[in-house]
């Protein structure tokens, strides 16, 4: 069963498009495999339609074709840095390679944002100083400390 969301985002397996997506809805609340289809077992050509917080993805097995690759990447909105560490570290035990500023590939290539939710206000503060220093801050890390932005968007240190 699918949602009715009108806009879905699809991603491109070369295979274990249904083991990553067990993975992935195992990451956050409100997340199922909603079907699996195979579509033509000689080739190995198969789908999953799953959500992720309730969103809906679909992913298909279908061979070495195209690759993922950091130019799409999935951001993951944490409330706290108790759920930021779950996922990341999830990933990472998962053969996820760390990146920078809060980015983290999993081990089929997917790119996932994983930043804490009040990033987002930092961010977009009118005060141009306060953007510049949580900027800083996180550009010099690989996994996001949101006490250390917290502070850096203060003007305090760490």
């Known amino acids: 069963m699918a949602t009715t969301q009108k806009v879905v985002t699809h991603l491109w397996f070369d295979k274990d498009a249904e ?3 067990k993975f992935y809805t195992s990451l956050l609340p409100n997340s199922e495999i909603l079907s699996v289809t195979e579509f033509d077992r000689s080739r190995n050509l198969s789908g999953v339609v799953f959500t992720l917080a309730g969103q809906e993805y679909r992913a298909l097995n279908a061979g070495p074709t195209y690759k993922l690759s950091p130019a799409v990447s999935i951001w993951v909105k944490c409330d706290d840095q ?4 779950r996922i990341w570290e999830a990933i990472l035990k998962n053969g996820g390679k760390e990146q920078a ?3 983290i590939e999993d081990k089929w290539g997917l790119s996932w944002q ?3 939710a009040a990033l987002d206000a930092m961010i977009s503060d009118p005060d141009e100083a306060k953007r510049n220093r949580v900027l800083q801050a996180v550009w010099g890390m ?4 949101l006490p250390a932005l917290e ?5 305090a240190a760490a």
């Open 101 to 103: 500023c809060g980015w």
């Open 142 to 145: 690989i996994k996001i400390d």
């Open 19 to 21: 083991e990553a997506a």
């Open 82 to 85: 108790k759920e930021l560490d």
């Open 151 to 155: 502070a850096a968007y203060r003007g």
């Open 114 to 116: 994983v930043h804490p």
